[in-house]
């Protein structure tokens, strides 16, 4: 079993920062890729960033230039800086993972695991 645990939202000014963090736990697994996805009221669910194991990160249009995801691969940890927020950025952040599941013999299989999300509110 693997969990997600999200951390860093809040209320926030436009124009203000927020660090998002999300960190893995659970018992032989190894993290693959990690991202950012963020749903509004009335709104899908919708990716914000994504970064792989390896370091590459995509963003969503609406959030380059202000938003930097980055990970930690010994910690199990992803992060999401985010600067010069707007209110259109107020959503429920979720924190995901696409983790390979090992077993006495080696890989078992693989998960798709959520946080269960931190409320940003970003107000003018």
């Known amino acids: 079993q693997v969990q997600l645990v999200e951390s860093g939202g809040g209320l926030v000014q436009t124009g203000g920062s927020l660090r998002l963090s999300c960190a893995a736990s659970g018992s032989t697994f190894r993290v693959n890729d990690m991202a950012w996805y963020r749903q509004a009221p009335g709104k899908q669910r919708e990716l914000v960033a994504a970064i792989t194991r390896h370091g590459s990160t995509n963003y969503a249009d609406s959030v380059k230039d202000r938003f930097t995801i980055s990970s930690d691969n010994a910690k199990n940890r992803v992060y999401l800086e985010m600067n010069s927020l707007k209110p259109e950025d107020t959503a429920v952040y979720f924190c995901?993972?696409?983790?390979?599941?090992?077993?006495?013999?080696?890989?078992?299989?693989?998960?798709?695991?959520w946080g269960q999300g931190t409320l940003v509110t970003v107000f003018s």
């Open positions: 995901y993972a696409d983790v390979t599941a090992y077993g006495y013999g080696g890989p078992v299989g693989y998960l798709e695991v």
